[in-house]
């Protein structure tokens, strides 16, 4: 960028990183809901003017970042850019436009400078409640709750009122929902002020020169992190439990130079079930397990991503077309980083994980207060996180979402419920030269007069995390009500004084069980891992 020195365009750009963190926790702290609060299912994103990833949180869910400039593309076919003034904001969380399913709400503010839209401020967050059933039945999307269209929430820094309205009519929780809707208009009218200031205070007349060099530099690194890489192909399929039917996922990975193409042709068709990816999301996770792969440090945008070339056939799972249900997209597309980096481990190995336990697990509760009250409260378990070429695998640990856990006696003071187990379970990680992550038992009792409802949907029961080159498999998943075993995808009632356990998976193992070190053998033995 003529007249600015790398020294000033890393301290520009380390600025604005700054500026997305400072964001991100003005969201938190003004939030209304648990899982922005405690569990920080969120994203808060700056695109440039051409509606590029420019830069993020650094605790943004990498789906949420990955799709966000997917989703203002579509805004933007609905609501053109000249079409709109200073101080509005455009709302959305349809599935197929967005991260993939309805829970997820997408906002996205315009910031002007000298006339002209030099950026854009978006968030991304999780609604325990979107209104509808959310079931695991669901046989189309429509089933999965509200939809709401691409629409301008504010108008000139003014609310929307017919927006607004219909969203506290569909929903079970509105002042939650808007409370959290809310605390962002407030993260963006500082973070835009912010981020004007910081442009000024840098001399930079054109934000579009400063992201177009950071996108260059961004491109060469991976470019050349790549091209270090042996041309080659490789093939690789993963296993998901499914519903009736295992669902099979299939990848064929291609290095040609300083480029990699993802190819997932032969991979189940879409199923009536809420597990499809929609191609927003199946493309987010899997361009991040290549970033993970080849250069982790370099901070995301556009220019990391332009050396990746994806391919998922339209009516596949992993691009399922309208109204295939997707609710739990999840369920499929977190199987798509671990598969991009087993392939992977035949090319590079020294720079990949064994699978970890995960798709995520969580379990929905609805219910009743004691007053009459409804609530929605959703509770996020991680499984173990799978091994690598120079450390076991650290348990419990999320991936390849970042959600945190929620305080136990936070949960407990919100709903009546006790969580009367919270343990590692011993010998739950894959074997290997180096062991993969434990699982955890959570068990959860109702301890109210009132029937609580659970609805969950899990992964990895049947077909556990695999290890990698010679490691073994983690242990698989478990449901139980009251110690008997239940379906892994359910909504179920729990009555007064029942009992829910979970078991989460552990992680896969890294290198032949045979190589591990004795003393880690002996390591894990006290400490009561094995």
Same mark, same amino acid.
């Given at each position: 960028?003529?007249?600015?020195?790398?020294?000033?365009?890393?301290?520009?750009?380390?600025?604005?990183?700054?500026?997305?963190?400072?964001?991100?926790?003005?969201?938190?702290?003004?939030?209304?809901?648990?899982?922005?609060?405690? &569990?920080?299912?969120?994203?808060?994103?700056?695109?440039?003017?051409?509606?590029?990833?420019?830069?993020?949180?650094?605790?943004?869910?990498?789906?949420?970042?990955?799709?966000?400039?997917?989703?203002?593309?579509?805004?933007?076919?609905?609501?053109?850019?000249?079409?709109?003034?200073?101080?509005?904001?455009?709302?959305?969380?349809?599935?197929?436009?967005?991260?993939?399913?309805? &829970?997820? =709400?997408?906002?996205? +503010?315009?910031?002007?400078?000298?006339?002209?839209?030099?950026?854009?401020?978006?968030?991304?967050?999780?609604?325990?409640?979107?209104?509808?059933?959310?079931?695991?039945?669901?046989?189309?999307?429509?089933?999965?709750?509200?939809?709401?269209?691409?629409?301008?929430?504010?108008?000139?820094?003014?609310?929307?009122?017919?927006?607004?309205?219909?969203?506290?009519?569909?929903?079970?929780?509105?002042?939650?929902?808007?409370?959290?809707?809310?605390?962002?208009?407030?993260?963006?009218?500082?973070?835009?002020?912010?981020?004007?200031?910081?442009?000024?205070?840098?001399?930079?007349?054109?934000?579009?020169?400063?992201?177009?060099?950071?996108?260059?530099?961004?491109?060469?690194?991976?470019?050349?992190?790549?091209?270090?890489?042996?041309?080659?192909?490789?093939?690789?399929?993963?296993?998901?439990?499914?519903?009736?039917?295992?669902?099979?996922?299939?990848?064929?990975?291609?290095?040609?130079?300083?480029?990699?193409?993802?190819?997932?042709?032969?991979?189940?068709?879409?199923?009536?079930?809420?597990?499809?990816?929609?191609? #927003?999301?199946?493309? !987010?996770?899997?361009?991040?397990?290549? +970033?993970?792969?080849?250069?982790?440090?370099?901070?995301? #945008?556009?220019?990391?991503?332009?050396?990746?070339?994806?391919?998922?056939?339209?009516?596949?799972?992993? &691009?399922?077309?309208?109204?295939?249900?997707?609710?739990?997209?999840?369920?499929?597309?977190?199987?798509?980083?671990?598969?991009?980096?087993?392939?992977?481990?035949?090319?590079?190995?020294?720079?990949? =994980?064994?699978?970890?336990?995960?798709?995520?697990? &969580?379990?929905?509760?609805?219910?009743?207060?004691?007053?009459?009250?409804?609530?929605?409260?959703?509770?996020?378990?991680?499984?173990?996180?799978?091994?690598?070429?120079?450390?076991?695998?650290?348990?419990?640990?999320?991936?390849?979402?970042?959600?945190?856990?929620?305080?136990?006696?936070?949960?407990? #003071?919100?709903?009546?419920?006790?969580?009367?187990?919270?343990?590692?379970?011993?010998?739950?990680?894959?074997?290997?030269?180096?062991?993969?992550?434990?699982?955890?038992?959570?068990?959860?009792?109702?301890?109210?007069?009132?029937?609580?409802?659970?609805?969950?949907?899990?992964?990895?029961?049947?077909?556990?995390?695999?290890?990698?080159?010679?490691?073994?498999?983690?242990?698989?998943?478990?449901?139980?009500?009251?110690?008997?075993?239940?379906?892994? +995808?359910?909504?179920?009632?729990?009555?007064?004084?029942?009992?829910?356990?979970?078991?989460?998976?552990?992680?896969?193992?890294?290198?032949?069980?045979?190589?591990?070190?004795?003393?880690?053998?002996?390591?894990?033995? !006290?400490?009561?891992?094995?």
């Amino acid at each position: 960028m003529a007249g600015l020195s790398a020294l000033r365009l890393g301290a520009a750009w380390g600025r604005i990183g700054g500026l997305m963190d400072e964001a991100a926790e003005t969201f938190v702290r003004t939030s209304f809901s648990s899982v922005v609060r405690d &569990n920080w299912d969120m994203a808060v994103g700056l695109m440039d003017g051409a509606g590029r990833q420019f830069a993020q949180s650094s605790r943004s869910v990498p789906s949420f970042v990955g799709t966000m400039p997917h989703t203002l593309a579509a805004m933007l076919r609905r609501c053109p850019a000249e079409a709109l003034r200073p101080g509005d904001v455009l709302i959305s969380n349809d599935g197929y436009l967005g991260t993939g399913h309805l &829970n997820d =709400i997408t906002m996205v +503010k315009p910031v002007f400078l000298r006339g002209r839209i030099a950026a854009w401020i978006g968030s991304t967050f999780h609604a325990t409640d979107i209104g509808g059933a959310p079931s695991v039945e669901a046989r189309d999307s429509w089933e999965e709750g509200l939809t709401i269209p691409v629409a301008r929430i504010l108008r000139g820094g003014e609310e929307n009122e017919d927006v607004v309205a219909f969203l506290e009519a569909n929903l079970r929780q509105p002042a939650e929902v808007l409370g959290d809707l809310r605390a962002q208009f407030a993260m963006y009218e500082g973070a835009e002020a912010r981020l004007l200031r910081i442009l000024a205070e840098e001399g930079i007349a054109d934000p579009g020169e400063l992201s177009a060099e950071i996108f260059a530099r961004s491109e060469r690194a991976m470019r050349e992190a790549i091209a270090a890489v042996p041309d080659g192909e490789v093939t690789d399929e993963v296993t998901a439990d499914g519903f009736e039917h295992p669902v099979t996922i299939r990848l064929r990975l291609a290095i040609r130079g300083d480029a990699l193409t993802l190819d997932f042709t032969g991979t189940d068709p879409q199923i009536a079930r809420p597990v499809n990816s929609p191609l #927003n999301f199946t493309r !987010a996770y899997s361009n991040y397990a290549v +970033k993970c792969a080849f250069d982790p440090a370099t901070p995301n #945008n556009d220019g990391c991503f332009r050396p990746i070339s994806l391919v998922a056939p339209e009516g596949s799972i992993v &691009n399922p077309r309208r109204p295939a249900p997707v609710w739990g997209r999840h369920l499929t597309g977190h199987y798509l980083p671990m598969l991009v980096l087993a392939a992977l481990g035949r090319m590079i190995p020294d720079r990949v =994980i064994a699978e970890s336990g995960s798709p995520l697990w &969580n379990v929905y509760f609805t219910g009743e207060q004691p007053d009459g009250r409804r609530y929605v409260r959703m509770f996020f378990m991680n499984g173990g996180h799978g091994a690598a070429a120079a450390h076991d695998g650290p348990s419990c640990l999320s991936f390849p979402s970042n959600v945190a856990t929620q305080p136990v006696e936070q949960f407990e #003071n919100a709903v009546p419920m006790l969580i009367t187990e919270k343990a590692l379970i011993p010998g739950s990680g894959g074997a290997g030269r180096m062991r993969g992550g434990l699982g955890q038992r959570l068990s959860f009792r109702v301890v109210g007069d009132r029937p609580v409802t659970a609805t969950y949907r899990h992964e990895r029961v049947q077909h556990p995390p695999r290890g990698i080159l010679g490691g073994g498999p983690g242990r698989g998943g478990r449901d139980l009500v009251n110690g008997q075993p239940v379906a892994a +995808k359910a909504r179920i009632v729990l009555q007064p004084g029942d009992v829910l356990t979970y078991e989460t998976p552990g992680g896969g193992g890294f290198g032949p069980p045979a190589a591990r070190d004795p003393e880690a053998i002996a390591r894990d033995a !006290a400490e009561g891992y094995a």
